[in-house]
């Protein structure tokens, strides 16, 4: 069992920061990697930000390179994405999820993350 839990979204300003975070809970020792979606109102869920555990290699939607980092914290268990220069299309229901395979079985509650214009 592999719980997630987000936190860290809120209400900001286009060219704003956040940094939202990702807990894992349960047993994260067999977590391959973690991975960060998104889902916009009407839209369906997208791919942003994913992060391997074992050699610490990281992909990013195209959208979003330059603007957006995912790294972890080994002795917290925790996944972060520093998110930068947002703007308003980045608004969306953030969430992180885990694969000890090829799949993403688990995932999180999701984090609210709005950029206003």
């Known amino acids: 069992q592999v719980r997630l839990v987000e936190s860290g979204g809120g209400l900001v300003q286009a060219g704003d920061s956040l940094r939202l975070s990702c807990a894992a809970s349960?047993?994260?020792?067999?977590?391959?990697?973690t991975g960060w979606f998104r889902q916009a109102p009407g839209k369906e869920r997208e791919f942003v930000a994913r992060i391997t555990w074992r050699d610490g290699s990281t992909a990013y939607k195209d959208s979003v390179k330059g603007r957006f980092t995912i790294s972890g914290d080994n002795a917290k268990n925790t996944v972060y994405l520093q998110m930068n220069s947002l703007k308003p299309e980045d608004t969306a229901v953030y969430y992180c999820?885990?694969?000890?395979?090829?799949?993403?079985?688990?995932w999180g509650q999701g984090t609210q993350v709005t950029v206003s214009s």
């Open positions: 349960g047993r994260p020792s067999s977590i391959l990697g």
């Open positions: 999820a885990a694969r000890l395979d090829s799949l993403w079985s688990y």
